[in-house]
Structure formats: structure tokens, C-alpha cells
């Protein structure tokens, strides 16, 4: 089969055939990959980011936003069967350590990350196993939903995880309305009656956030941490969710968080710097959000069937991976890149 | 009455007469103090470190951790009646707002400090509000609990608040074993199954520690991030309380915390700086913690009546303020300094 | 001020001149009624079924879902102030009990019920606490809102409750779609991304409940069990909440709910009967619902105010109380009976 | 092998030779058995009472409270090793099914029951899997926590879901200190500071239970409903624990359950009928428990480990298996009776 494939680092990725891969283990499903996301990740993979952390041995197939259709399986899988339509959950986890047996299936002891770390679906065909892949509703197409396997993912994540203390009438400003802030202001619309607030230095996207759900806007032009308060009453809104995590938005972002709030996040890049007093004094919590458990894509499955959560794309025929890449790397993709095989 | 005063800053405190305060609201409440203790904020405030925070008009009776006897009650007050012992709640609290309302009374859009903001325990009597007291159980003297009522309650509510995730077998990490800490192991010994690590730089403190329920103890002599790795079969604790939150112990308690765990911050002073990063791909929490609210203290003293918490108190009639006071700085009070009127 | 008065039991309502109350104690809130709702309970207290349960001396004015404007404040009240519109909470709570502080306020050691023990809103004014009134949103009215102070709250109490384990795709069946059930509907669309099931005998409350927000609707024909065994894929519901109680529906409620699943009880009449066998071995939950809290009352009134709850009424004058009472007897009352002095 | 085994309906068990199991599946595991428990519903499986229920086709060998060694493992088991001391859970689980993946194995949608629709563990070896195996502490020997796996297991579920609402000074009544209930006491005793009042016809185990935990026992003479309301000052204890579910018990138990409180159902035999009326206006909640899942027989194992859990039993040769059944039925055996190959 041809499959996408990352030869060294800092060079360009390479088309090749491959062998397509099938079904060893008794719970191995072959995915026939519909669409495979493009993402940033992706590029920071080329640039060697990722060489130490991974640990792969090149060359491999890059790619870990998949979807498509259930080609062969393995003796034990019950769950799917050839022909069903699939999302794919971005690791493969073990399904006998705690995490796994208590849904937090993203803190598996021994999980691998296809695209990261082993074979991805930058391909025609991708190998995962059982306990990855969400049966898609009729109503849905693999490369219109593939995006949401990581990025949507991560925003449903941390949303869905927010919304557990949001009452109607409680304040969550969401900072950064990208690729994830845009989703994860979907979700919120979708799962609480909590009045959101959207920042972003982008006045365009601030328009975004407003249009998919969010009840203010902000542009952070130096004036939105006052802004914010102002919204709040002078309080400060119950729950911040940070999906930038950069520039200055962590600092901005407690700022913006009330007494006893939760401050989430989901971007990195700086460091989180703040007196413990100030934790302690106004009782904030700090709290880390990494991607979504296989029950938390299930339920966003649901969200994307229902027209709750919709994702803007751009598709390119697989062979065309370069330009997609570089599409990314410029700027010039609205919403997600798909590749198509 | 005698009270002890702060005249001014950066001058001893001053014992004097004053007019005996009367129950004039209706839900006031008059406690003749039995005991009230000594607290490092104490030396802060003459230092004048809460000047600006509190904007007390001086001169004010100074103390915040008071028990003793209901000498006169309010015409709305139902709870209480003279002569029931109590302890007293370091707050007085609206009971109006969303945060009294829902069991959050620290949170109090408009409470009062006695001994901090308004008149304090350092005296015969005190005014407070049915609100803020707690009987007592028979089997408890308001000289032997008074220190709970500040210090004590800060943490069981931080441990109290810990333990509604562990379960039997996880692991719970307490920095530093002085006067709250050995209150949380305590709790955290009554509430949990959990696996408890004492961790302190002074090998008294750690046996203090494991006398009073830590399985484990480790002295901080720079190894003892390993340590704690190895006790955990590295992977850290599910939940580390940092009673320090100082000299390094909040890199230090968030590297001894595993993955999807929490990081308690209880004790302050020096910054938590830590890369957005680690706090995502970890899923760690950073809890803060402030003193415990009404609801904790009730709980608090059910567990003081079982004889599961105990406090060990140095007792000095009130004419001997400064020596308490000096004892205090000086460090030779085993314990918490209490006055007696 | 003009009052409608119970005179005594299996007679006619008088309406009467009698003082306007007037704030004595420091948290009392006199409240100019707005509207004042008509419920079935009425109807029950003139049939002396609440006689011996109230206690309440006659002659006293009936009614206990009210709304206005603040007419007077007793000295000690700081959350509203004269001329604000309010809704009223339907008990007068004591704010000192354990059960007020946490949250809980309906289970209130030493509440009053205006309009059932006390005097209530089919009147000029009504006396309440600070503790009762919640601020209305310049878009609300009182008269239209009126009937959210029980009945609403009550559905709201029970929904809120069974969405908190509502996650996206599961399923909640709604039986009765009246008055308490078509406000249940609502308030899930719009705090859950669940399924919602609306049944009842009657085709136009099945309509009803589909146009506020039911995905599916059965009409209780006989087949109803049936019918929702395989929309559930002969699982049944995670959730059902049963604002019937009565003519069986208790026992079809049971078995339209999943293994592990949650039965909430909100209308009543017939006795829950069933095996603990049942129970045990399919992990079934009956979840007991009262009126709202406080709390409670605050969110729905969020909810109001975005649009997101609304109400049917039929409006009367005051004096025209009978014909209310006598259609509503009767079924000629579409949505709620608000009577305007 | 040597195998105890139904060879019908209303007939004895006989020992006979079959052959032993070997591990075919990939997440097979083989248990050279050290103990099983004998159980009461072993008799009721003779009796026939399963025969409909279960399926399962004769003769097979019975025995479903299991301990041993693991003899040998499938290719894909990860998690135990041949020689490891196990407990085995009493469901053999799918591991792909939503209810297995949130940690609540036990609504497993495909699983097996060894000893009740398979294979059991009145044998040398027992085939069951990976996800049913815990490891135990050296300390502990399977022939002594053998019958933890299923009657010890029920009781911990209740008791420490129970716990997870009980404060310290919260009041938990548990009906009931046989088999189940006994260990009920000792895992509240462990895991929370509630008040436990322990109530049985049996004065003796009245006595039992005071000593592994209770605070106060009641003994069941007809004023026990009101002795627990006289421990509970009038008003009924937060949680009611159930084991006999009997007998009267399950009104006397809901009698004994304060307004807001909950009324666990572990013990079976008759109905619960209660007036819906009753349900709404105490907000009572009626909880069903089945048996725990496999994290809670981890929990258990780490209570067993420290000594906070412990079982009185008397052991048997495998061969007297006709003995140990006729002891119990006839009430001889103290604790439980346990089979040693």
C-alpha cells in the first residue's frame, strides 16, 4: 500500500509502498484510512522535536488523526465488525492497568500513539486495536470527522471536564479560540448553561467563538483581563480555560479566574509562575487536561452526529501530503487539513 | 475587661482595660474565651505585614483562635445557649451570599476577621456570631482545642479534601510535620485507607509523623524525591499535601506527584513555576487550600471528641502574653502556645 | 390589604380585608405580590387533606408560588432592596441548621411554608426573608415567572439532579409531560446532551413535550415498555425521571430503567413495590425528589431568563379567584392559573 | 483433575476426575486452586433455583469464591506471572464494553460467572482471565481471603460506596452482621469516621459487631426502629446498610433513614413497598448493591493486607466438600467454610 512516511528528521516526508498491514493479534482491527488530519504536531515531528521523546525508529508512517472503515479483525474483537464505519482513538492502550480499567485510558501504563510512536494513518490501511475504535453514526463521514480524533479530542476533554462544576449562570471564559478553543466553546455550549466569554488576539476568531456559541467576546488587546472582569462583576468567572498556554495567557488566565475557580490548561508553551499565596489566599485551582479518553470520544461522537460540534476542513488527496504540509506550515488551511488516500 | 492590643506596629503588644463587648445583633453571640492560641500571624501582624491587607484601626484586640463558653446570645440565636462550650469559627460570615449558602463560607462576599480585621480572642470575652460556633463535645476543654480552630482546621480541610480521592492503597505524600501537618496526617490516618509518606527535613518531625499514622517516613536530606520514587515504584503519589510551600518543596512535592495526581498547596511563600508542559502531558493538578469552613470544623470536632485528633498545647495564663509571644519566636513552645484568661 | 383566606375546611376560599404584614424581624422582606399561582395543592388544602399535616391555624391566606417586588427590608438585609423584582422561594429557612449551610436549605430543621402553615400570596403582600427572595432579570416578569417558585422548581430540582450523571447519548426517559414534566424536558435540553424520552397517556402532552424537547415521544397505549425498550436497544434508560407516580407507572418506570441505572420518583399517589432481588441484581437507584433549593431556584431563574425554560399562564384578577380555582377543577386552565392583585 | 461437580438438580455433588483446564485464549489464566469458599447460594444451586437463570448445561463444577497460584498463563497476560499468589474475581469480563471500560465490570454486557454458568473452583484448577486475577500481599494466603471474592466483595461495594457520603459524625446503621454484614462494619471502620450502629436479632452478632467496628449495637426485639431513632436524636441516620433485606427489614431500614438519606439494599428476600408520597417528601433515596468490581477487590485485598479485614473460616479437605455443604446448611460452621484441594 502507499503510506506517508518520515525518513529522517529535518528532510522532507516520502510516499512509498509499504506492506499493508493486517490482522495479527485477536484484538487487532485494520482501519482502510477515509481521512487522516494534518497537524502541527506533525510538522514538530520533521523538525526532531519529538526524536528523543518517541523514540521511533525511522523510517515510520506519520499521522495520528484517523478514520475510515473497518477492513479485517482480529479472532477477539467483538465490538466492530469489516465494513463499520470508524473514528480512531489516537493511542492504543493495554486494558489491565487501573487507568485503563477506570476509564482513563489516557494514563495506560504501556500505551503506544500510532504517528508518534509506531505506524500512523498517513497510509491506506492502519493497524489499532479494539479497544481504539468508535463505531461512526450513518450520518457521518471519516474524513469530515477525523480531525476531531486528537485536536477535537483534547478540547472535548477539557470542556467536557469543566462542565462537571459549571451551573447555570456561572462564567467560563474560554482564551484562544483556534482549532481546539473553537471546539471546545461547542462543547460547552452543548453540555452547560454557563455564560461563555471568548478571548483571542485574533478579532477574527473572537467572531468565531461568538458565532459557534460563546455569549461575549474579547479581543486580548491588553485590556481584556479588565474586560473580563468586568463581565464577572469584578469577580472573575468561575472556570478559565486556557487553550494557549502561551504569550502571557497564563498569567492573564489566573487573573481572570475567581475564588475558589478552576484555571484549565490545555495549550503549553510557558511556564505556569505564581505566588502560592495567591493559590492559597483565593483557593484557584490549576488544572492539566491531555487528550480525551476512548469514553470521552464516544461522547463526542455523539455531539459531531447531533450537529453539535462541527469541524471546517480542507481536504487533499494523500499524494498530496506536501502541500498540505506546507499549507499548515503557512497559514493558507481553514480549519483542519484532511488527507484522503 | 483586660485585653492584649495592638497599639501600633513594630511595638509590643499592650494589655489594657476595655468595655466587655455585648450581644447587640440579633444573631450575636458573647463567648467568654477559655483558650486562645498563639499564632506565628500573630508576630506577623505586630511586624506589620497585614497592615495594608486588614486596615485594622488600632488599637484592636489582637487573637483568632479562640474557644471557651457562651456568656450571652442574640434574641434570633437558636444554636447555642449560655453557658454551652464552644469553639469559634475564625470568620464571621453573611450567611446571605452564594458561597455561605452552599457550604463555602470561607468564600464569604463579606465576612470578618476577629483578631485579624475586628477584635479578637487575646481577652475575657469576644464577639462573634451564632454562625460561627461549634459546640462542644463534654469531653473537650476550650483550652485544649482552641488551636484547631485556625490552624487545625486549615488542615483538616486541605486533608479532609485530599481524601475524597484516595483510595485504599493509594499513596499520600505529607511535606512537613510541624503543627499542621501532623493535624493532616492525623485526619488523613481517620478518613483514608491511603498509604501515608511523611516527608520533613527534621528527623523529629518525621517520627512525630509516623507516630500519629505516617506508614513511611523520609527525611529531607536531598534524596528524598528518590525516595518517595521508590516507595512509589516511580511513579510518584496520587496526591502530595505541601504543608511547606517553601525552600523548594513545591518543585519538590510536584515531582513526587504521578501522573493525573494532585498537588495540594497548603503552605506559602515561595513561587510555584512550572512549565505548562508538564502540567498537561501529566494531567497534574495544583491545588490551593485555605482555612476550612464551618461544615470542616463541625467535622473537625467529632474527630477531637474520638480522641483521632489531638494537639499538643502549652498553656500560659493571658497577663503572660509577651512570654508566650517570645517563646513562640523563639521557638521553644512544644506545640501551640494557648492563653488562658 | 385585600387576602383570600382558607375560612375553614370543605368551603369556599373568602377573600377578606386583613393588615399588611410589615418587616419586624432584621432578615424579614415584605414582597408586593406580582402573581401568585394556582396549584392543585390548593384545591387539596380546602379538601382537608393537609390539615392535620400543617398544623396551621385558620382563618390564614393560602398560596405559595409567588413573585413581585420588594415592598419593605428588615434592618439586617443586604441581598435585595426595596423595589427590585423577586421571585419567592417557597420556604422561609432557618440559615443556622446543618442542611441550610451546606446547600440543602428544603430539609431545613425549623422552615415555614408560606401558604401552607403560614400566611401566603393570594394576597396584596407577603412576608419572607432575605433567605426566600431571588432578584429577577429586567426581562422577567413576576406574574409570568410565579409558577417557577414550586412547581417549576420542583421539576428543576429533579432534572438538575438526574443530569449530573447525564452523559452525551445516554438516554432519559421523561413519564408525564404536564406541568411539571414539560419544564423537566426543558431543563435537561438544557443542561445535558442526553436522549430524551417523553411518555404520556395523553398525544398533545407527547407533542408538547417533543416541541420543548423530547427527541422521541410515546404515547402510554399499553406498549409504552415496549416501545422504550427498543428506543434503548432493549437496555432501557440510564435515567427516568417519574413525575406521574401513580397508576402504575411506578412499577413501568422501574422497567424501562438500564441496569445500573437511576429512577427518580417526583409525582406521587401509588407506593413503590418491588422485589429487592430486582434491585440488587440489576444495581437500580430510586432517587427521591423534593421541591428545589434556593439554589435551585437561582439557576432556574437563569435558565428563564435566556429563554430557556418557559411557561404557559392564564391570567386572573385577584377577585377572581374562585373562577381560577374552578377552572383549574375543572381543566380548563391551559399551562398555569396566576392570579394579579 | 479432581472436580466437584452437579451432575443434576435435588442430587448431591460429586467428586469425579475431568480433565484440567489449559490456557487457550490470550488473556487466559490457569489457577491451581488453594481455597474456595463454600456459599449459600451453592446449596441454592442444587436446589435448582439457578437452573433457569443461569443456563448452564450439567454436569459442571461449581465453586465461585476463589484463591490460588496462578499455574499458567495466556500469550497476552501481562499482569501475573506463573507462581503469583491471586484472588480471582467472580466475573470473567469482556474488557470492551462501555460498563468494563468506566470500571464498572460487574454490568460487564458479556460476561461469565465461573461456578454459577461455567466452570468453577471446587477443583485443583480453575480457568478464568487476566482481567479477573489480584495479586496478593504476601502476607495474605489464599485459602484465608478465598471467600472475600464474592460474599467479603458485596459487602465492601456497599459499605464503601456507602462511604463515600458519610462526614465524620454522620450516623450509618447496617442491618445485619452475619457473613456480609461483618465485613460491612469493618470496611466502614477503615474508611470513614461515621457513627456505626450495628442491629441484629442475634445478640451474639450484635456482639461481633461491636467488635470489629460498631460504636453501638441494637439487638432487633421490636424497639429497634426506635432505639436507632433514639441514637440518632429522632431523626434516622444518614445511611441505613441493609445485608438481611427480609424479614420486615426493609421497612424497619427505611424507617431508621433520616430526610435526604440513603437506604442500601444488599440483602434480598422480599419487597420494597413504600408510598412514593413517602420517598418525595424525605428525599430518600433507595440504593440496589451487587457484588464489587474488580477495583474493588483491590481496594479489599489492600484492607486485607493491613489486617483492617479479616474472616473467620474453617477449612475442609476438597474431598469432604459433602461435609462442609452439610455443615452449613445445618448452621455448624463459624465464619466461612473453605475447600482445600
Given at each position: 500500500?502507499?503510506?506517508?512516511?518520515?525518513?529522517?528528521?529535518?528532510?522532507?516526508?516520502?510516499?512509498?509502498?509499504?506492506?499493508?498491514?493486517?490482522?495479527?493479534?485477536?484484538?487487532?482491527?485494520?482501519?482502510?484510512?477515509?481521512?487522516?488530519?494534518?497537524?502541527?504536531?506533525?510538522?514538530?515531528?520533521?523538525?526532531?522535536?519529538?526524536?528523543?521523546?518517541?523514540?521511533?525508529?525511522?523510517?515510520?508512517?506519520?499521522?495520528?488523526?484517523?478514520?475510515?472503515?473497518?477492513?479485517?479483525?482480529?479472532?477477539?474483537?467483538?465490538?466492530?465488525?469489516?465494513?463499520?464505519k470508524v473514528i480512531v482513538h489516537p493511542l492504543m492502550t493495554c486494558g489491565l492497568c487501573r487507568a485503563c480499567?477506570?476509564?482513563?485510558?489516557?494514563?495506560?501504563?504501556?500505551?503506544?500513539?500510532?504517528?508518534?510512536?509506531?505506524?500512523?494513518?498517513?497510509?491506506?490501511?492502519?493497524?489499532?486495536?479494539?479497544?481504539?475504535?468508535?463505531?461512526?453514526?450513518?450520518?457521518?463521514?471519516?474524513?469530515?470527522?477525523?480531525?476531531?480524533?486528537?485536536?477535537?479530542?483534547?478540547?472535548?476533554?477539557?470542556?467536557?471536564?469543566?462542565?462537571?462544576?459549571?451551573?447555570?449562570?456561572?462564567?467560563?471564559?474560554?482564551?484562544?479560540?483556534?482549532?481546539?478553543?473553537?471546539?471546545?466553546?461547542?462543547?460547552?455550549?452543548?453540555?452547560?448553561?454557563?455564560?461563555?466569554?471568548?478571548?483571542?488576539?485574533?478579532?477574527?476568531?473572537?467572531?468565531?467563538?461568538?458565532?459557534?456559541?460563546?455569549?461575549?467576546?474579547?479581543?486580548?488587546?491588553?485590556?481584556?483581563?479588565?474586560?473580563?472582569?468586568?463581565?464577572?462583576?469584578?469577580?472573575?468567572?468561575?472556570?478559565?480555560?486556557?487553550f494557549v498556554g502561551e504569550g502571557g495567557s497564563t498569567r492573564e488566565g489566573l487573573a481572570m479566574t475567581r475564588r475558589a475557580g478552576d484555571y484549565h490548561v490545555v495549550g503549553y508553551g510557558?511556564?505556569?509562575?505564581?505566588?502560592?499565596?495567591?493559590?492559597?489566599?483565593?483557593?484557584?485551582?490549576?488544572?492539566?487536561?491531555?487528550?480525551?479518553?476512548?469514553?470521552?470520544?464516544?461522547?463526542?461522537?455523539?455531539?459531531?452526529?447531533?450537529?453539535?460540534?462541527?469541524?471546517?476542513?480542507?481536504?487533499?488527496?494523500?499524494?498530496?501530503?506536501?502541500?498540505?504540509?506546507?499549507?499548515?506550515?503557512?497559514?493558507?488551511?481553514?480549519?483542519?487539513?484532511?488527507?484522503?488516500?
Amino acid at each position: 500500500m502507499r503510506a506517508v512516511q518520515v525518513i529522517g528528521y529535518h528532510r522532507d516526508l516520502e510516499m512509498t509502498e509499504v506492506p499493508a498491514p493486517s490482522a495479527v493479534d485477536p484484538h487487532d482491527v485494520i482501519v482502510r484510512i477515509g481521512g487522516a488530519g494534518v497537524c502541527r504536531t506533525d510538522i514538530h515531528i520533521l523538525e526532531g522535536q519529538w526524536e528523543q521523546k518517541s523514540g521511533v525508529t525511522l523510517p515510520y508512517t506519520i499521522g495520528h488523526e484517523n478514520a475510515g472503515w473497518v477492513h479485517a479483525v482480529g479472532s477477539a474483537v467483538t465490538n466492530v465488525a469489516e465494513g463499520d464505519k470508524v473514528i480512531v482513538h489516537p493511542l492504543m492502550t493495554c486494558g489491565l492497568c487501573r487507568a485503563c480499567r477506570s476509564g482513563d485510558d489516557v494514563h495506560c501504563a504501556r500505551s503506544q500513539f500510532p504517528g508518534i510512536d509506531t505506524h500512523g494513518g498517513y497510509a491506506e490501511y492502519l493497524r489499532t486495536t479494539a479497544r481504539s475504535v468508535v463505531k461512526l453514526d450513518d450520518s457521518l463521514e471519516p474524513a469530515d470527522v477525523a480531525a476531531l480524533a486528537d485536536a477535537g479530542l483534547t478540547a472535548y476533554h477539557a470542556a467536557a471536564n469543566a462542565a462537571r462544576r459549571l451551573r447555570p449562570g456561572d462564567r467560563c471564559v474560554v482564551i484562544g479560540a483556534g482549532g481546539l478553543g473553537h471546539i471546545g466553546i461547542q462543547v460547552l455550549a452543548a453540555l452547560t448553561a454557563a455564560e461563555l466569554v471568548v478571548v483571542d488576539r485574533n478579532p477574527d476568531a473572537v467572531d468565531l467563538g461568538r458565532s459557534v456559541g460563546a455569549h461575549h467576546g474579547v479581543v486580548a488587546d491588553g485590556t481584556h483581563v479588565a474586560q473580563v472582569a468586568e463581565l464577572t462583576g469584578g469577580e472573575g468567572a468561575e472556570v478559565v480555560l486556557d487553550f494557549v498556554g502561551e504569550g502571557g495567557s497564563t498569567r492573564e488566565g489566573l487573573a481572570m479566574t475567581r475564588r475558589a475557580g478552576d484555571y484549565h490548561v490545555v495549550g503549553y508553551g510557558e511556564n505556569v509562575d505564581v505566588p502560592t499565596i495567591d493559590l492559597v489566599s483565593a483557593e484557584i485551582n490549576i488544572i492539566g487536561n491531555l487528550v480525551g479518553s476512548y469514553g470521552d470520544l464516544c461522547e463526542l461522537m455523539v455531539l459531531a452526529a447531533r450537529g453539535k460540534v462541527t469541524l471546517h476542513t480542507t481536504k487533499y488527496p494523500l499524494a498530496d501530503f506536501q502541500k498540505a504540509i506546507d499549507d499548515l506550515d503557512a497559514g493558507r488551511v481553514r480549519g483542519r487539513a484532511i488527507l484522503i488516500p
